[in-house]
């Protein structure tokens, strides 16, 4: 069956070291794949896409790898601050690029 | 650029009552998308319109919900009758169509207690 994981429900670290969350995934092909943050009672944000052919994605504090033979993308906050605190989702699509479908989710906390 | 709008922002309804949601997606997105959201799990897509034409409602529990999108600008989600289990967060999101892996803007959510 198809299935998305995360790779723990909650996660907890130090500022300023490099947080390391992961997205793994069986039964699916997708071209894309994306990470959102999520913050309590809000909607998730958009953060990152990256590819099927792109190895690496940055964006200032964010990278993003994704291994479509390992089934699996990791996403990397380095120098982290109590404000990246949230929930991060990855979601991946099901159709060249529509109709993604999301992870659990995972709730990473950064402490002072 | 104003975002994507949602009302209520809660709900507390007593199971078999109706309950109805709505979603003004941002200007000049075609796409629009309900999800529920339990506690603790990601999104799951419920409904998407391309401009008022349904693309894909596979995992809408059609005996009970149903939504629209008229002149193919604001939404409305309703339940009919309510469980207990629909207790979730109801998320509607927005994509322009300038083509394909376009970002989802979501809105903040209606926060739905059936009780």
């Known amino acids: 069956s198809q299935k998305i994981e995360q790779n723990s429900e909650a996660l907890n670290i130090q500022e300023g070291k490099t947080a390391t969350l992961t997205c793994n995934y069986t039964?699916?092909?997708?071209?894309?794949l994306q990470w959102y943050r999520q913050d309590p009672g809000r909607g998730p944000v958009f953060l990152l896409l990256?590819?099927?052919?792109?190895k690496e994605k940055r964006k200032e504090r964010l990278k993003v790898t994704f291994d479509t033979t390992l089934k699996q993308s990791l996403f990397h906050i380095t120098a982290s601050q109590p404000a990246d605190s949230a929930t991060y989702l990855c979601?991946?699509?099901?159709?060249?690029?529509?109709?993604?479908?999301f992870g659990p989710g995972t709730r990473l906390s950064v402490l002072p | 650029e104003a975002g994507v709008a949602q009302s209520p922002r809660y709900k507390i309804i007593e199971k078999r009552q109706s309950v109805a949601f709505w979603c003004n997606p941002i200007?000049?997105?075609?796409?629009l998308y309900w999800y529920q959201q339990i506690l603790g799990q990601g999104p799951k897509l419920l409904i998407q319109?391309?401009?008022?034409?349904?693309?894909?409602d596979s995992q809408l529990p059609k005996d009970r919900f149903s939504a629209e999108r008229l002149k193919g600008v604001d939404s409305t989600l309703k339940i009919q009758p309510a469980k207990l289990e629909d207790s979730a967060v109801y998320l509607c999101?927005?994509?322009?169509?300038?083509?394909?892996?376009?970002?989802?803007?979501f809105g903040p959510g209606t926060r739905l207690l059936v009780l």
């Open positions: 999101a927005s994509s322009s169509d300038r083509g394909r892996q376009e970002t989802q803007y």
């Open positions: 039964n699916y092909s997708p071209a894309y």
């Open positions: 990256i590819r099927e052919n792109e």
């Open positions: 979601a991946l699509d099901r159709n060249y690029g529509q109709n993604f479908v």
């Open positions: 200007s000049g997105h075609a796409t």
């Open positions: 319109f391309q401009n008022n034409g349904v693309v894909d």
